[in-house]
């Protein structure tokens, strides 16, 4: 098995919601990360999770939060988005941190907040 | 500020022929390079990576070049076919991070 699943593939949501974003791996990578990218733009880093543990953070607004209940699973919970926080969001992991190491992505859930 | 910058956003070329996209950086820091497709509807695929410390790196019909002292790289695919239409991103890494390029999209035609 050599892909990245993510789940839901689009997300409608008002601005009073509380929603998840779901990504699992089953390649034994212990590197997971997420990525938010909006229209014809470049993907943006937002969250490394590294053997479960929160690595990165890249100043992202307390409205997402991550966690990793275990090595294969990665969420990403959602609470008070604005409309400005529509975009794709990314998962992707990798074999560990190094820089040799390429991320594998998952298809995205195309998120829109009302 | 931009520090992977990709300044074709589209690209057009014939089948069989070479298609070169390129890649500019900034960061001196950057000491891994790598190259993404990315279908409709797709995430990112890894395609080709390139160390700092190399100046080419090849595999089939993909080869990277890195000239460290321009800050720059490029992608050859050789000869181009219609499946390698797609959106090409490249990026860089520093540390934990990989920072994106804009990306370009290529257009094989046949």
């Known amino acids: 098995d050599t892909e990245v699943t993510q789940t839901p593939k689009h997300l409608v949501m008002g601005m009073t919601n509380k929603k998840s974003l779901k990504c699992e791996q089953h390649?034994?990578?212990?590197?997971m990360y997420w990525y938010k990218q909006k229209a014809k733009k470049p993907p943006e880093l937002m969250f490394v999770y590294s053997y479960e543990k929160l690595s990165i953070n890249e100043s992202v607004p307390s409205r997402f939060s991550p966690e990793c209940p275990n090595s294969s699973l990665l969420n990403l919970h959602l609470h008070a988005l604005q409309p400005e926080d529509s975009a794709l969001y990314l998962c992707?992991?990798?074999?560990?941190?190094?820089?040799?190491?390429?991320?594998?992505f998952g298809p995205g859930t195309r998120l829109t907040v009302l | 500020d931009q520090q992977v910058k990709q300044n074709s956003p589209s690209l057009s070329v014939q089948e069989g022929r070479i298609s070169i996209l390129n890649c500019d950086y900034t960061n001196s820091m950057f000491d891994y390079f790598l190259w993404y497709k990315k279908y409709p509807a797709e995430g990112p695929t890894f395609l080709i990576s390139?160390?700092?410390?190399?100046d080419k790196n090849e595999d089939g019909r993909f080869t990277v070049f890195l000239n460290k002292s321009a800050k720059h790289l490029s992608l050859h695919i050789v000869p181009s076919q219609p499946g390698d239409s797609a959106v090409y991103f490249c990026a860089a890494r520093y540390g934990n991070k990989l920072v994106f390029g804009a990306g370009t999209i290529l257009r094989v035609k046949s």
């Open positions: 992707a992991s990798s074999t560990g941190l190094a820089a040799s190491n390429e991320q594998f």
């Open positions: 390139i160390s700092s410390i190399k």
């Open positions: 390649m034994g990578h212990r590197a």
